[in-house]
């Protein structure tokens, strides 16, 4: 008589069938695999974020970026300054500008500026007649030299410069302090990397406690930190051999450790507990080892590749940032699941029941099915309508933030108050032009004459939210500029509105095919495996409504500033554009995640022949206390992450804390179950010939 595992579909088994018999039979042997790669990951990927680049936040293709480059191309050198130094006398108070000490110490400062690598053109407000009158303050109590960069990557290149000019103001008799674009990122860089060890010494501890408690045995809580730390280790080596192809951005390190770590306990708890629940069944056994593998491991196999396809549509985005976070992502989803399925069940084949030795106290496991969540889905589908309205609203009405949302990008602001460039930023901006630091730089590729640059000029000053703007210089043949000042920072809505042309809106022209691609792969692998077309659809229904929720409560709580004192958040009101994207992938991938969990064991129930609403009541109990504490232990890993005090950190790890917790509750806990009670049968339902491909192609568990 054959077993529900030997019915399992043809088309879909052999392959994990194959790794249930090799975890069975040679464990040590895959383990030991697994260890051997760990050692390479480590050895080849443990210095990855000496070649990582910070930030990575513009489009190179932009119409900002275009304009940029020609205008360096012609000059040498970017106008708009990279580097801004402050110079205030030894004692303070006003200086003598016709001091020769005064005059000689600028000198040899801006010289030796001159010098530092990527640095293309320094201005010396004592040699420059033109721009003394700007450089000195009213008040003849300071005076700034500027640092104009040379060609080449700003982000990055701009922070060497920044750590090249460092030691220069140390040595000089001035005092003297850096602000503008290079320092202020570099500190922003530096800041994410200390950051990141501070989030790893509280999640990791908290992480432990936590999973104890879930598993209420110290050996099966230290199997998901086993996977995370490999998942982390391997991510580590992805993102180093990808340093060697492209430029990579230091902040996929953040992304590599949240997600490894979440994604191992949920994989992890999917498979210990239906392990647990398989050898309650009949023991320790071959056939509960291959069961296990066969369903709770195909499912996080599963589950990691619709992560990753998530993830991994973030590449298209020309943003280093986000190309970076989408390869780290991607890794960590498709590592993770692979982990999971190799690792796991070759410790269950060695552990047998000891995989619950050093138990905590007895009773049933949070991992174990739960009467609870099996009453309030039997519940819910009882009242499917007004269940369904009442969860439904209350998404929409935490979405109805995002009708008033500021958009804002990286920018000085995102520099944490305390660093040397906040203090500098804060001065310069209190005491000098604003264009200064924030000029909006146009430049005239075409030969435009003298009359007709002048005309163009005053077309530009008319500009609401334009103050003045210097007179057009001709870098080359051919190619003018001229530098306008604002009236609002330049990240504000009212300087946005007056360029009408901001660096991120290039992301606005992705959205659509990141959309497009996000939505069709999340269909096709929900079709693959559920064999509707009906169970996709309202997925990426919910999904696109625990999304809306989620960035609705951070206007809120950032935005708005609800939230402020919880945080400790002192940076714009406004939601990052770059982490606005990013969010929209991770969220959207985890809400997937949570479903294929959450369907493949209704699905499992339906086949086996239960009714529609007893299948979606088991299956929700079955995994309700699994979700759950993934869902917490996942919220609890990214809000370590809210240590940050660089803003768009604490706006991401809000972000993911509270997208899985709406998913992991009203929308499994309330919509889930009524909507699949309203829909009943039709939830099943595809064409014919989608069927076909599906009973070739699809899983099936019985």
């Known amino acids: 008589m054959k077993s529900?595992?030997?019915?399992?579909?043809?088309?879909?088994?052999?392959?994990?069938?194959?790794?249930?018999?090799?975890t069975w039979t040679r464990p040590k042997l895959v383990l030991a695999a697994v260890g051997v790669f760990f050692l390479i990951a480590v050895a080849f990927g443990h210095d990855v974020e000496h070649h990582l680049k910070a930030a990575g936040f513009t489009d190179p293709a932009s119409e900002s970026e275009q304009g940029s480059g020609l205008l360096s191309n012609a000059l040498g050198?970017?106008?708009?300054?990279?580097?801004?130094?402050?110079?205030?006398?030894?004692?303070?108070?006003?200086?003598?500008?016709?001091?020769?000490?005064?005059q000689r110490e600028v000198d040899q400062l801006s010289a030796k500026v001159a010098k530092v690598r990527y640095i293309g053109r320094v201005v010396n407000p004592?040699?420059?007649?033109?721009?003394?009158?700007?450089?000195?303050a009213r008040d003849g109590r300071s005076l700034v030299i500027l640092g104009d960069l040379a060609n080449g990557d700003e982000e990055n290149d701009g922070g060497i410069a920044a750590e090249g000019v460092e030691p220069l103001l140390k040595a000089s008799k001035l005092n003297v302090s850096m602000g503008g674009f290079a320092p202020s990122f570099n500190e922003v860089n530096d800041q994410t990397k200390t950051d990141l060890t501070k989030a790893e010494l509280i999640a990791f501890p908290l992480l432990a406690l936590l999973l104890l408690v879930v598993f209420r045995g110290v050996v099966a809580a230290a199997i998901p930190l086993l996977i995370g730390v490999v998942s982390i280790v391997g991510t580590l080596f992805v993102l180093r051999i990808m340093s060697e192809l492209v430029d990579t951005s230091v902040f996929a390190l953040n992304i590599a450790t949240g997600l490894s770590l979440g994604l191992a306990v949920d994989y992890a708890l999917l498979m210990v507990s239906r392990y647990r629940e398989e050898i309650a069944d009949g023991g320790a056994t071959r056939e509960a080892h291959r069961r296990t593998v066969l369903t709770a491991g195909r499912t996080a196999l599963f589950s990691g590749l619709t992560v990753g396809a998530a993830m991994a549509a973030l590449v298209i985005l020309p943003q280093r940032f986000l190309y970076s976070i989408a390869v780290a992502g991607a890794?960590?989803?498709?590592?993770?699941?692979?982990?999971?399925?190799?690792?796991?069940?070759?410790?269950?084949?060695?552990?047998?029941?000891?995989?619950?030795?050093?138990?905590?106290?007895?009773?049933?496991?949070?991992?174990?099915?739960?009467?609870?969540?099996?009453?309030?889905?039997?519940?819910?589908?009882?009242?499917?309508?007004?269940?369904?309205?009442?969860?439904?609203?209350?998404?929409?009405?935490?979405?109805?933030?995002?009708?008033?949302?500021?958009?804002?990008?990286?920018?000085?602001?995102?520099?944490p108050q305390g660093k040397p460039s906040y203090d500098a930023n804060s001065y310069v901006e209190a005491h000098y032009p604003r264009e200064l630091i924030e000029a909006v730089?146009?430049?005239?590729?075409?030969?435009?004459?003298?009359?007709?640059?002048?005309?163009?000029?005053?077309?530009?000053?008319?500009?609401?939210?334009?103050?003045?703007?210097?007179?057009?210089?001709?870098?080359s043949?051919?190619?003018?500029?001229?530098?306008?000042?604002?009236?609002?920072?330049?990240?504000?809505?009212?300087?946005?509105?007056?360029?009408?042309?901001?660096?991120?809106?290039?992301?606005?022209?992705?959205?659509?095919?990141?959309?497009?691609?996000?939505?069709?792969?999340?269909?096709?692998?929900?079709?693959?495996?559920?064999?509707?077309?009906?169970?996709?659809?309202?997925?990426?229904?919910?999904?696109?409504?625990?999304?809306?929720?989620?960035?609705?409560i951070l206007v809120l709580a950032f935005q708005d500033g609800w939230l402020d004192w919880l945080f400790a958040y002192r940076g714009p009101s406004a939601i990052e554009v770059t982490s606005l994207v990013f969010l929209f992938a991770v969220i959207f991938g985890l809400a997937t995640d949570y479903a294929v969990l959450v369907m493949a064991r209704i699905k499992e129930q339906h086949d086996l022949g239960k009714s529609n609403e007893e299948a979606v009541a088991i299956g929700i109990a079955r995994t309700g206390r699994v979700i759950t504490a993934a869902a917490i232990m996942i919220a609890v890993v990214f809000l370590a992450f809210g240590v940050s005090s660089v803003f768009f950190m604490k706006q991401i790890a809000l972000g993911m804390a509270v997208g899985v917790m709406l998913d992991a509750t009203i929308v499994r806990a309330l919509l889930v179950p009524s909507l699949m009670r309203l829909l009943g049968e039709w939830n099943w339902w595809a064409p014919k010939p989608l069927r076909r491909i599906y009973l070739r192609l699809g899983i099936s568990e019985v």
């Open 77 to 102: 050198y970017d106008p708009n300054p990279g580097v801004v130094l402050v110079v205030h006398a030894p004692g303070g108070g006003p200086l003598n500008l016709k001091s020769a000490a005064l």
């Open 331 to 415: 890794s960590v989803g498709v590592l993770s699941a692979v982990l999971a399925i190799l690792v796991v069940p070759s410790l269950l084949s060695l552990l047998g029941t000891r995989i619950d030795a050093l138990s905590i106290r007895s009773g049933p496991a949070i991992s174990d099915e739960s009467g609870g969540w099996y009453r309030l889905a039997r519940g819910v589908m009882r009242h499917p309508v007004g269940v369904a309205l009442t969860s439904s609203a209350l998404l929409l009405a935490a979405a109805s933030p995002l009708l008033w949302t500021t958009l804002t990008g990286p920018s000085a602001e995102a520099v």
């Open 477 to 552: 043949d051919g190619v003018a500029y001229a530098n306008f000042g604002l009236a609002e920072p330049a990240l504000s809505e009212g300087a946005q509105d007056a360029v009408r042309a901001i660096r991120d809106l290039s992301l606005i022209e992705h959205l659509p095919l990141l959309v497009t691609i996000i939505f069709a792969t999340t269909l096709v692998l929900l079709f693959l495996l559920t064999g509707s077309v009906i169970l996709p659809l309202k997925t990426l229904l919910m999904n696109a409504m625990t999304l809306g929720a989620t960035l609705g």
């Open 126 to 136: 004592l040699q420059d007649p033109r721009a003394g009158a700007q450089l000195v």
């Open 4 to 22: 529900k595992a030997d019915t399992l579909n043809p088309g879909t088994v052999p392959p994990v069938n194959r790794i249930a018999d090799l």
């Open 441 to 475: 730089t146009v430049t005239v590729d075409g030969g435009a004459g003298k009359d007709a640059l002048a005309r163009y000029r005053e077309r530009i000053e008319a500009v609401t939210g334009v103050v003045h703007g210097t007179p057009f210089l001709i870098a």
